[in-house]
C-alpha cells in the first residue's frame, strides 16, 4: 500500500496508454494517487480524472511558470473546483527562480494570493521551491498555510527542512533520491521524522533509477520508498505503510 502524492497523468505523454498505466500502479500496490493540478486546464482535468476512480485524488493550483496568466476568473473557477470532494489540496504553487517563467514580482504575489485562498478552501498546500529558498521561507512564514503543507520532490538542505518540519510541514521524496548525485537529499532522507515525509513520482518527470531517462509512472514510486527504506534501515513495507499513513494524514483521506 502505497500513495503517489504528486502524479500529472492528466499530462499528454499519457495520452495513448492512461488507462495501462493506472492498472499497472495498482498492480504494483499503488494505493492511492494524488493527480496535481498546475494550469487551469490540468486542474478541470484532474478533477474529471479523480471523479472516475475513486482511488484517484486530485489538487488545484496555479504553478509559478504560469503566474503571469492568472486573473480574478483563474480564482473563481480554482474555487469552484476546491469545492469538489475528490479535490484533497491546493497546488502546485511556489516559486520557480530557475526557469523564471514568470516575472519574480508576480511568482510571489500568485503564491501568496493561493496561499490564503488554500485557507479560504480549508485545504493543505502542494509547494514547488526551486532555487527560491530564501524568498519560500519569507513567505510561509508570513502566510503559514493553516491546514499545512509539504514540500514536492524536496531537493534542499536538512538546515531548511529542519525549518520547515518547525512550521509543521511534510517533506516529499521523488525520483532524484535514487541519483548518484543525491547527496544533500540522502542527509535529508536519513534524518527524516518517521511521521514527516510522503513519497511521489511526479510522473512523467523525475524517473527513479533504474529506470532513469524514461518516461516516469506512479508504479516506479516503489523505487524511492525502497531508496528510503535502504538509507533508514527499515524494512521496505514499513515505509510503504509510513508514507501512506502520513499521505492519509496530511491530505485527510479516508482510512
Ligand atoms: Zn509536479
Redesign the pocket.
Known sequence: MICDT?A?LDDKQFAMDRETVIQRARTAGISTIIN?G?TEASCKDAVNLASRYSFIYATVGIHPHDAKDCTEKTWELLLKLSQNPKVVAWG?IGLDYFRDLSPRDIQRRVFIRQLELANEARLPVVI?NRDAHGDILEVIKKHLPEAGGVF?SYSGSWEMAKELLRLGFYLSFSGPLTYKNARHTLEVAANVPEDRFVVET?CPYLTPEPNRGKRNEPSYVREVVAKIAEIKGLPLEKVAQLSSENAKRLFGLAK
Do not use: L, M, V
Request: aromatic share 0%; glycine share 0%; no cysteine.
Open positions: 504528486h500529472h496535481i498546475h502546485e514547488h514536492h511526479d
